[in-house]
């Protein structure tokens, strides 16, 4: 990171850092861009012994109606995970992400523009991938997001906020496309008939979790809802998951949500925004590796049918994005943060190529995570 360096990103910010309760002095601010919705900082201070860093994050309130209610999920979750890890006899340094109150004693800060603004302690010796370049790394993912799971299985979902009303109601994502398509605000849908019919050949799979979930087949959990691989922190030292973040979307949901996600990320061989298809394929050494972390992390309380279904969360979920992706471009770009007027498209296709490798996969993904349920049954 810079050294405050730039200037524009610190107009952005001076405002804002002295309402929260920061330890020693300001040194230097840098932004991190890898996150699509929130803009991130990573702030430096300084006191008389050691450098102190934080993480400011600016919330897009588009997206995110009541941050408080959202906050307010975070502050509940991480106490909770805090508690529970205590009574393992585990350390809690470095594992659970900790909120930096306002000089008011809130978790955080509304400017006089009406802007929202939280801080994080940051965590030290840890990385986040944007890329995951080996299968270690994404059996630790998986362990990552599944022992998440498993530290709040006993959370009463009914207790958190909704932040994001239908975040991954699939059908009800469609009706939104297909309404979007319907009044093309901005006159792009005429040169898109292949994305259409891709999404709408494939309505009936999308619907399926939310389906099961309904008929009470598979249970809803608390789950985080954003498993990308670079929301989880890994030890610099020993390579090992030790705190998953961005907990904006913990709420009610489905363990297929977040394995889905989590496989449809970590194990694609491209970029979210690969604007090559061809170079665009699932990875199925990886898809298996965080199967093996997210199943033995889990062991024992996902049921013979959340797990069987796992697969069809990487579909599911892929299909959704690709979706998502395509629905904001077809609006005119308002929800996903855009480096060109394209992007939204680039990322719709590369999600459709992703997808179609997937399917190509099915049976081996199947057999993949049977094994792996086999493997941990074997563990217990
Ligand atoms: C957004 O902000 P970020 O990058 O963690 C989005 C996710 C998408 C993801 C795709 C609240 O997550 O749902 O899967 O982009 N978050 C929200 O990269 O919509
Ligand atoms: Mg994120």
């Known amino acids: 990171y810079e050294q405050s360096g730039d200037k524009m990103t610190y107009n952005t910010i001076k405002n804002v850092l002295p309402h929260f309760c920061f330890q020693g002095q300001y040194k230097g601010v840098s932004e991190l861009t890898s996150g699509n919705i929130n803009s991130t900082y990573l702030l430096e201070y300084q006191d008389e012994s050691q450098p102190c860093l934080y993480i400011l994050q600016h919330i897009n309130t588009y997206v995110f109606k009541n941050p408080r209610e959202v906050i307010s999920n975070i502050s509940a979750v991480t106490d909770h995970l805090r508690a529970a890890l205590r009574r393992n006899h585990e350390d809690t340094a470095r594992r659970v992400l900790e909120l930096i109150p306002t000089r008011g004693g809130s978790n955080l800060h509304e400017d006089t523009e009406g802007e929202v603004w939280r801080a994080y302690a940051y ?13 270690f790394e994404m059996e630790q993912v998986g362990r990552g997001f599944g022992s998440f799971q498993r530290l709040l299985y006993d959370f009463p979902a009914q207790d958190l906020f909704c932040p994001i009303p239908n975040f991954h109601h699939t059908l009800k994502r469609f009706y939104a496309f297909v309404r979007s398509v319907d009044e093309d605000r901005v006159g792009r849908v005429k040169h898109l008939n292949d994305e259409i019919e891709f999404m709408f050949e494939r309505r009936r799979m999308m619907g399926s979790i939310v389906k099961m979930l309904d008929e009470g087949v598979i249970p809803y959990r608390v789950t985080h809802n954003d498993t990308k691989s670079n929301n989880v922190m890994l030890d610099n030292t020993t390579g090992e998951a030790i705190c998953v973040i961005d907990l904006d ?94 992007h939204n498209l680039v990322r719709a296709r590369a999600q459709m190529a992703l997808l179609r490798d997937i399917e190509r996969h099915e049976k081996d993904l199947q057999s993949i995570t049977e094994r792996c349920i086999a493997g941990s049954k074997s563990l217990k």
Do not use: H, Q, W
């Not at 965590?123 to 299968?135: F, Y």
């Open 123 to 135: 965590i030290g010796n840890a990385r986040a991938l944007d890329v995951v370049t080996s299968a």
């Open 249 to 342: 979307t913990v709420m009610a949901g489905s363990s297929l949500y977040d394995y889905g996600d989590a496989v449809r990320f970590g194990a694609s061989t491209a970029a979210e925004d690969e604007p090559d298809i061809s170079k665009i394929a699932l990875d199925m050494d990886k898809a298996k590796a965080f199967t093996k972390g997210f199943v033995e992390e889990t062991n024992g309380f996902l049921t013979d049918a959340e797990l069987t279904n796992l697969p069809l969360g990487i579909k599911v979920l892929t299909c959704e994005l690709a979706m998502r992706f395509l629905t904001d471009y077809i609006d005119g770009d308002v929800y996903f943060r855009v480096n060109s007027p394209e």
